[in-house]
């Protein structure tokens, strides 16, 4: 085991996951604590940002937007895992360096990740104009994929068992708040700034066309040919086996994939494995009152 990683692992032995709350939203105290350093984050010009809520794809994307950027070099995309080339920017994972201090001390052109809702985004991008590309994957899978999440995450709370995360899950008690407000947030919020809006669905059903959308806002042009080769380097058996992607290099003690692997099932409709009848109901209640209106429509089969 390398130095850092015993760092970490002599870290974990105490630590106690507790969770605080900026502007009513639950983050891990690790961030609250230096929520002025995030809040002032300074975005430059030719920053790209990937914003999710958790669990939507955002690993998937990211891979697939930075082997765009590098015109289909599958070698140069292995330079570093995933969690090191796009800094988190709101994370702030004791022993280690926060996402912020990571991301300042990058060159640009930089490649940066939030999981912040709109309103608590650091002002600076809107100031400086930056490019985000947001992927919104439909709230029952996500529930599930987050469910496993907190397991296997020693940096997350319990999640309890299944019907209490499902209610924990559904009135937006969980780390980044309510999946209903930060998916209408952001889609209201393409209206004024640079945003482009995908679904991770529309991305399992046809990758091709929605890279299409990503080389436009990218302002990218390349071949059939290298589009292909990513799609297959990105495909979830190719992402689960690499690496790079697989989050394997993160220490057990902070990533238990015993528990569940970071890279699951990455499919469209697991929740139909999870949610019970009932529950199904009070779901589908509860998001046609918070959805209908908003322009805003989810599949959750495809
Ligand atoms: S995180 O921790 O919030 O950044 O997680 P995130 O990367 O957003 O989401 C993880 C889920 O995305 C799935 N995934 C994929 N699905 C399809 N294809 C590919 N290549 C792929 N890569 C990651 C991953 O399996 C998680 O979903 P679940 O449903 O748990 O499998």
């Given at each position: 085991m390398d130095e850092e990683s015993q760092k970490i692992v002599e870290f974990m032995k105490d630590i106690e996951v507790k969770m605080g709350q900026v502007e009513g939203i639950p983050f891990p105290e690790s961030t609250c604590e230096i929520w002025d350093q995030i809040h002032n984050f300074q975005a430059r010009e030719d920053d790209i940002l990937i914003a999710t809520?958790?669990?939507?794809?955002t690993t998937w994307v990211q891979e697939i937007m930075d082997l765009i950027l590098l015109e289909g070099d599958v070698e140069k995309s292995m330079r570093a895992p995933s969690f090191v080339k796009v800094?988190?920017?709101?994370?702030?994972?004791k022993p280690r360096k926060s996402g912020v201090d990571n991301a300042n001390a990058m060159e640009s052109p930089r490649f940066l990740k939030t999981h912040l809702p709109i309103q608590l985004l650091p002002p600076s991008f809107w100031d400086k104009n930056v490019r985000v590309v947001y992927v919104a994957r439909n709230a029952k899978d996500c529930m599930v994929s987050y469910f496993y999440f907190h397991q296997m995450n020693k940096g997350l709370p319990d999640p309890g068992t299944w019907d209490e995360y499902f209610s924990k899950f559904l009135a937006g008690?969980?780390?980044?708040?309510s999946w209903f407000d930060h998916v209408i947030g952001w889609w209201k919020a393409k209206e004024k700034h640079q945003i482009l809006y995908i679904f991770y669905e529309d991305l399992i059903e046809d990758p091709i066309r929605e890279y299409r959308k990503l080389l436009k806002f990218l302002r990218k042009h390349l071949s059939d040919e290298v589009l292909e080769k990513i799609r297959h380097h990105t495909s979830f058996q190719a992402m689960k086996e690499n690496p790079m992607t697989n989050y394997?290099?993160?220490?057990a003690v902070v990533?238990?994939?015993?528990?569940?692997?970071?890279?699951?099932k990455g499919e469209v409709g697991d929740w139909k494995n999870h949610f019970l009848v009932a529950q199904n109901i009070v779901f589908d209640e509860e998001y046609k009152k918070r959805i209908e209106g908003s322009g805003l429509s989810f599949r959750t089969q495809l």
């Open positions: 809520y958790p669990k939507a794809g800094p988190f920017i709101e994370i702030n994972p008690d969980v780390p980044w708040g394997s290099v993160v220490p990533l238990d994939q015993s528990i569940s692997p970071f890279m699951r």
